[in-house]
């Protein structure tokens, strides 16, 4: 079974500290993504990535990097935590063969910032 | 201006009905797909159905159908018979082809539907 895997499900903490979120998924697929989704607004793209150690920025950027040192492996970092990126983070990953290629999500990472 | 819209924040329906869950959207692109999610309470995105603008035939996946009226812009989901275990939020989504950037989707705000029994 194809898997996107979210390194916590749960996470708390301070604000000012600098937070890393993994994902990694087993399928071999070219694109991986990030997406924070909060109520009322839907999903929105933070950041994404074609290949290993490539990166673009998504819809919201502001506060977040990204890393992609292996093809399975992308981390979303927050370089200082503030409560407004207390939000769901989720993962995802597609390969790139065409319009018609879905998205494949992990479980989200609820993240609470203090 | 957004891409996607999605006009219903929440739905009731009684179990066996049929959901219609409306989606608009908006591009200049030729080519673009579009898809519906599930996210049930347990967080997971579920792909339910995706729509190609080049398709003729609407989309069908067993109880899912995808209305797709082009001139219109317009992508409704429709649910038939609908179950206890449909309860949960629908997102929209597309993917634009010719837009350059990302190869991600564009999602809209969802709608939240609750089955009653």
């Known amino acids: 079974d194809v898997k996107v895997t979210q390194s916590s499900r749960y996470l708390v903490k301070r604000t000012g500290e600098k937070v890393f979120l993994e994902c990694v998924q087993d399928m071999d697929h070219e694109n991986m993504f990030w997406y924070r989704q909060d109520p009322g607004l839907g999903l929105r793209l933070i950041y994404f990535s074609y290949d290993v150690k490539m990166k673009e920025k998504g819809d919201i950027p502001e506060g977040y990097s990204v890393s992609r040192e292996k093809k399975e492996r992308f981390s979303l970092i927050l370089e200082s935590a503030s409560t407004n990126q207390t939000s769901m983070y989720l993962c995802?990953?597609?390969?790139?063969?065409?319009?018609?290629?879905?998205?494949?999500f992990g479980s989200g990472t609820q993240l609470s910032v203090l | 201006a957004q891409k996607i819209t999605q006009t219903q924040p929440g739905m009731f329906v009684q179990e066996k009905e049929a959901v219609t869950l409306d989606c608009t959207y908006d591009?200049?692109?030729?080519?673009?797909?579009l898809f519906w999610y599930k996210q049930p309470s347990s967080g997971e995105m579920i792909f339910l159905i995706y729509q190609g603008s080049y398709d003729e035939q609407n989309a069908t996946e067993g109880r899912y159908s995808l209305n797709f009226q082009k001139a219109r812009k317009s992508a409704n989901l429709v649910i038939s018979a609908s179950q206890l275990g449909d309860s949960a939020m629908y997102f929209c989504a597309m993917r634009e082809v010719n837009g350059g950037g990302a190869d991600g989707l564009t999602f809209g705000k969802g709608t939240h539907l609750i089955i009653q029994p």
């Open positions: 995802a990953s597609s390969t790139l063969q065409g319009p018609s290629e879905k998205l494949f």
């Open positions: 591009t200049s692109d030729q080519s673009y797909g």
